[in-house]
C-alpha cells in the first residue's frame, strides 16, 4: 500500500504553479456528451479523478484524444450509450455529473449511485429535484437511478434548491442546456467552477445567464457545438500551498491564482498575521514573522470560508498560539482528520458541528490515515511541522485531487517521500 512519509522540514520557500481545478474539469468534461462536435479542455490536471471520467466517458461512447499532456479533445458520436458503467460511477461522486447532460442529450439515463469521499451522507435529492422539475420520470433501484425524459422532451421550469449544492447546479444547468424554454434555477451555488461551466457552455452555444449569482437562467438551444476552453486554476489546491507556507512560517510565490477565488482563505490568514498579497508574478505568502494569531472559521457555499479547505486550516491552527473555533455547515461528518491531527498532539475537542482548537501545541510524528481528500492534504501540512516523521496511509484519497503532489512540496523544500509496498 502507497504511503507518504513526511519530516519536519525547513520552512517552505520558493515558488509553485497551480494546476487547473480538480472541480471545474470534471463538470467540464461532462459538459462534452452535449456537444455534436469536438470540445478541446486545456489546462487539465493529471488526476485520478480525471482518468476515472476519461473512462466513464469512454464507455459512454467517447473518443478522447491527449493532444499534450494537459490538453484533451473530447467528441462523441452521433448514437451514444446512456448507462453509465456502474463499477466506474461507484469510484467518484463527481460521476453523477454525466446524468443531467445524458438525459438531455439521449432522453434517457441510467446511473449508479455514485460513490467519493466519506464526508457525509451526500444525498442526490437535489440532482433529481431538478430533472424532474423538467419533466423527467425519475427510477431509483438496487443502488441506480434512472431518468426518463417525456415524449415531446424536458421543458424548462423554474427550480428552487434548498441547499445551493454545486454539483446539483452544474448537473441542473447542463440538463436544462438542451430542454425546450427556459429554467431558472433559483438558490443556485455561485462557485467559480460554476461560472467556468456556464462560460463553457456558452461558447458551446448554450444561453445562460447569471452563473456566479444565486439565479441562473438558461435558455434551451436544439443543439450544441464544439469548443475551445481553459480550465480555471484549482483555488483549493491554492489554498492548500497558502497553508503550507503559513504552517511552515516560509514564504511562498504561487502562481496561476485568482485572488479573488481565494478571498475567504486569504481573509483569514491576514486575521491570523500571515501576509498575503498579490504581486505582478502572483500571490506571496509570508509567514515568517512571529507570533501568529489565532482565527475561528465557519465553513459556508462559495463565496464563504470553503469546505475544502477547513481542514488544512485547521492543521494550521494547532500551531498558533490560542484558542480557535471551527464550525462545518457544509457538511455533517467532516471532522475525521480531527483524530488523526490529535494523534500527533494536537489538542481538538468536537461537539457536533463545532471544533474547538487549543493551538500552540507541539506537533510529533505518527502514524495517520488520510480519511478523506483533504483530510490527506491537512495532515501532510501537520507532518512537516512535527517532530519526526509522519507516516499518512491511504493516500489515494490524496492522489485522486492533487496534481504531482510530492513534486511540488519537494520543490519548495518539503521533506516528503512516497513509498509503495
Ligand atoms: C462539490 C465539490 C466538493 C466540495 C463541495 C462543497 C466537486 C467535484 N466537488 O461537491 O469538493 O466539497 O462541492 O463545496 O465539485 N446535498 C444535498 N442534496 C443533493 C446534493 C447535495 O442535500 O442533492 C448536500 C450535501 O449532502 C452537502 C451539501 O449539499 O451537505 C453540499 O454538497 P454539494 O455542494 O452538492 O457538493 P458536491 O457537488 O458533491
Known sequence: MARFLVQKSEPLNGEVKISGAKNAVLPLMAAALLSEGTCRIMEVPQ???VEVMKDILISLGATIEEVEEDILDISF???????????????????????????????????????????????????????????????????????????????????????????????????????????????????????????????MGARIKGAGTDTIKIEGVTSMKGAY?????????????????????????????????????????????VIVEMGDEGMYVVADQKPLRATDIKTLP????????????????????????????????RFMHVAELNRMGANIKTSG????????????????????????????????VADGTTEISEIYHVERGYEKFINKFKALGASILRIDD
Do not use: W
Not at 240 to 268: C, E, S, Y
Open 77 to 203: 458520436p452521433d448514437v451514444i450509450e446512456n448507462e453509465a458503467d456502474y463499477d466506474l460511477v461507484s469510484k467518484m461522486r463527481a460521476s453523477f455529473l454525466v446524468m443531467g447532460p445524458l438525459l438531455s442529450r439521449t432522453g434517457r439515463a441510467k446511473v449508479h449511485m455514485p460513490g467519493g469521499c466519506t464526508i457525509g451522507a451526500r444525498p442526490i435529492d437535489l440532482h433529481l429535484k431538478g430533472f424532474r422539475a423538467l419533466g423527467a420520470e425519475i427510477i431509483q433501484k438496487d443502488n441506480y437511478v434512472e431518468a426518463i425524459a417525456p415524449e415531446g422532451g424536458l421543458v424548462g421550469e423554474s427550480v428552487y434548491l434548498d441547499f445551493p449544492s454545486v454539483g446539483a447546479t452544474e448537473n441542473i444547468m447542463m440538463c436544462a442546456a438542451l430542454a425546450q424554454g427556459t429554467t431558472y434555477i433559483v438558490n443556485a451555488a455561485e462557485e467559480p467552477e460554476i461560472v467556468d461551466l456556464a462560460n463553457f457552455l456558452n461558447k
Open 302 to 333: 462559495y463565496p464563504g470560508f470553503p469546505t475544502d479547505i477547513q481542514s488544512p486550516f485547521m492543521a494550521f491552527l494547532t500551531t498558533v498560539e490560542g484558542s480557535s473555533t471551527v464550525i462545518e455547515t457544509v457538511f455533517e461528518n
Open 229 to 273: 476552453h481553459t480550465v480555471i486554476p484549482d483555488r483549493i489546491e491554492a489554498g492548500t500551498f497558502m497553508l503550507a507556507g503559513a504552517i511552515t512560517r516560509g514564504q511562498i510565490l504561487i502562481h496561476n491564482i485568482v485572488p479573488d477565488h481565494v478571498k475567504p482563505i486569504t481573509a483569514k490568514l491576514r486575521e491570523c498575521g
Open 353 to 384: 458541528n463545532k471544533a474547538i482548537i487549543h493551538g500552540g501545541r507541539h506537533l510529533e510524528g505518527a502514524q495517520v490515515i488520510a480519511t478523506d481528500l483533504r483530510a490527506g492534504a491537512a495532515l501532510v501540512l501537520a507532518g512537516l
Open 47 to 49: 488526476l485520478k479523478d
